[in-house]
C-alpha cells in the first residue's frame, strides 16, 4: 500500500506563489530520494526538482533554480515544493515520486519507483 498522494495545486496568476505538499505513506520515507516532476500538455514530463535522503542535496531544473524551493520532513512523512514566481510556462501536472536521484554528467538524473496521480498547477491571469 504505497502511497505518495499531492495536493497544493490550483490556480495563481503570473508572478504569484504556491506549495505543493507530497504525503506518503505505507513506506518509511527516509528510504527514498523525493522528486517532483511536472507534464504540460504536448510535453515530455521532465524533472523539476528532487532532494536526496543521504545528504539532502538538492536538485534543480535550469527553468527553476531561483525560484522553487524543495524540502522534506521525514517526521511527517511530507516533501514541500515552494514555488515563487510562477510563470506561464509553469502550467502543468505536477507529480511527486520516490526512488533515486543524484548527480550526472553536471545535470542530475532520477530512477522513480513510485509516483502520485499529480496535481494541476494553473498559471493564469
Known amino acids: 500500500q504505497l502511497q505518495l498522494v499531492e495536493s497544493g495545486g490550483g490556480l495563481v496568476q503570473p508572478g504569484g506563489s504556491l506549495r505543493l505538499s507530497c504525503a506518503a505513506s505505507?513506506?518509511?520515507?527516509?528510504?527514498?530520494?523525493i522528486g517532483w516532476f511536472r507534464q504540460a500538455p504536448g510535453k515530455e514530463r521532465e524533472g523539476v526538482s528532487c532532494?536526496?535522503?543521504?545528504?539532502?542535496?538538492?536538485y534543480y531544473a535550469d527553468s527553476v533554480k531561483g525560484r522553487f524551493t524543495i524540502s522534506r520532513d521525514n517526521a511527517k512523512m511530507t516533501v514541500s515544493l515552494q514555488m515563487n514566481s510562477l510563470e506561464r510556462e509553469g502550467t502543468a501536472v505536477y507529480y511527486c515520486?520516490?526512488?533515486?536521484?543524484?548527480?550526472?554528467?553536471?545535470?542530475?538524473?532520477?530512477?522513480?519507483?513510485?509516483w502520485g496521480k499529480g496535481t494541476l498547477v494553473t498559471v493564469s491571469s
Open positions: 515520486a520516490a526512488g533515486w536521484c543524484g548527480a550526472a554528467g553536471g545535470a542530475w538524473g532520477y530512477r522513480m519507483d513510485y
Open positions: 505505507g513506506f518509511t520515507l527516509d528510504y527514498y530520494d
Open positions: 532532494i536526496s535522503s543521504s545528504d539532502g542535496s538538492t
